[in-house]
């Protein structure tokens, strides 16, 4: 079963607007971390937030802010202000429990801005 | 501070032949994982090296097999290639943790693999 679904294959948004990514996930681990990665054309894979499963409150990380409802396995990223520079593929990740190392990615969406 | 350095950045090779990759991971980081990207997925775990040992490791072959230096750099061994095998491989790198899920992995910017 995918653990991890993001159902946006691509997106546009137009320069200085806000754009919402979704992710919903799969765990019966109450303890798990979740992650959005950004990777440019170039291949690295970047981090831009992380929200943890008994964090209260949504993550933020400048412009980008994590919708987290935990009842409902989802873990949106939304990107404010959207830049030209935000044009890439967006990966929601999660890792559970202490005991394994892996991340678990999604399918990722690509996200182009428009002037 | 240099981040994760991968070589080399391309590779063509041919079925049934054996390719190495290599990995140098952030300075101060002691643990390395490597993960396959098919063209257009998201990446695919394939193992994580810890004090020069294989850690964990995922859904692949035998096929796929690595190393980790005491210096913490590390290759990735694919043996027999398949067209199949074709696709970026990203090594991510990170200071043991222990305690916390959130921890840092820095990725490195990936080698992409071509079998034909």
């Known amino acids: 079963a995918q653990k991890i679904t993001q159902t946006q294959p691509g997106m546009f948004v137009q320069e200085k607007e806000a754009v919402t990514l979704d992710c919903t996930y799969d765990?019966?681990?109450?303890?798990?971390?979740l992650f959005w990665y950004k990777q440019p054309s170039s291949g690295e894979m970047i981090f831009l937030i992380y929200q943890g499963s008994y964090d209260e409150q949504n993550a933020t990380e400048g412009r980008y802010s994590l919708n987290f409802q935990k009842a409902r396995k989802s873990a949106n990223l939304v990107i404010s202000a959207s830049q030209l520079g935000d044009s890439a593929m967006y990966f929601c990740?999660?890792?559970?429990?202490?005991?394994?190392?892996?991340?678990?990615f999604g399918a990722g969406t690509t996200v182009t801005v428009r002037a | 501070d240099a981040g994760v350095t991968q070589s080399p950045t391309h590779l063509i090779k041919t079925r049934g032949q054996q390719v190495t990759l290599r990995c140098s991971p952030k300075s101060g980081h002691d643990t390395v994982s490597w993960y396959q990207q098919a063209l257009g997925q998201g990446p695919q775990f394939i193992f994580q090296?810890?004090?020069?040992?294989?850690?964990q490791r995922g859904n692949f072959p035998d096929r796929f097999s690595g190393h980790q230096f005491p210096n913490y750099s590390s290759e990735l061994n694919v043996n027999a290639l398949l067209l199949g095998d074709s696709a970026l491989y990203l090594c991510a790198s990170s200071l043991d943790f222990g305690t916390g899920l959130d921890y840092g992995y820095t990725f490195g910017s990936g080698t992409r693999l071509t079998v034909v």
């Open positions: 990740a999660m890792r559970e429990t202490l005991n394994d190392y892996k991340l678990s």
């Open positions: 090296y810890y004090e020069e040992e294989e850690r």
């Open positions: 765990t019966s681990d109450q303890s798990y971390g």
